[in-house]
Antibody
């Protein structure tokens, strides 16, 4: 069964950095396009960005609010997706999810999320 | 950047009603349009992908349609377990979500 597990969240001061990880299992991670999605408390879903599989170029797209501050990467040897977050702002406070969706309906996986709180 | 809007932002309907949620893109998009359902405290669930393809395990009362800039999710026979917030998402290059539509029971 497909499984994703995020880690690395926590409390950080404005201007600080965090690296989130997403460990995958139960499917061929190297073939998967992967997304990061966040949800601020009581708010809607917000796409953060995604990364293609290396065979499809391995390129990334990032949402405008995080472009230049956040970087998505992957280590296929470890079946792990990363989100490097720099220069964090209070408005980045959210639950961060990794997912294979909607790219791979046949690999229906969504992690439980890791909470990031940016506050002084 | 393409923006996604949804209407209505919320609705109340009765069990058995036909409910339609619309999603509009600020410019024409390809057929990479998905719909998700999210219940309180739960992760989102994929309902529809590529505009009209029903995800496996999703009841057939859910359907998707549309093209260009205008898309819709229809629930043909609303059930109590359908109370949730529904999001559309364009996915190709930038992949923004719509703001969501909250569905409640009357």
């Amino acid at each position: 069964e497909e499984h994703l597990e995020e880690s690395g969240g926590g409390l950080v001061k404005p201007g600080g950095s965090l690296r989130l990880s997403c460990a995958a299992s139960g499917f061929t991670f190297s073939d998967a396009w992967m997304s990061w999605v966040r949800q601020a408390p009581g708010k809607g879903l917000e796409w953060v960005g995604h990364i293609k599989s290396k065979i499809d170029g391995g390129t990334t797209e990032h949402a405008a609010p995080v472009k230049g501050r956040f970087t998505i990467s992957r280590d296929d040897s470890k079946d792990t997706l990363y989100l490097q977050m720099n220069n964090l702002k209070p408005e980045d406070t959210a639950l961060y999810f990794c997912t294979t969706l909607p790219w791979h309906p046949n690999v229906d996986a969504w992690g439980q999320g890791t909470m990031v709180t940016v506050s002084s | 950047d393409i923006q996604m809007t949804q209407s209505p932002s919320s609705l109340s309907a009765s069990v058995g009603d036909r409910v339609t949620i619309t999603c509009r893109a600020s410019q024409a998009i390809s057929n990479y349009l998905a719909w998700f359902q999210q219940k309180p405290g739960k992760v989102p669930k994929l309902l529809i992908y590529e505009v009209s393809n029903l995800q496996w395990g999703v009841p057939s009362r859910f359907s998707g349609s549309g093209s260009g800039t205008d898309f819709a999710l229809t629930i043909s026979d609303l059930q109590p377990e359908d109370v949730a917030t529904y999001y559309c998402q364009k996915y190709h290059f930038a992949s923004p979500f719509g703001p969501g539509t909250r569905v409640d029971l009357k």
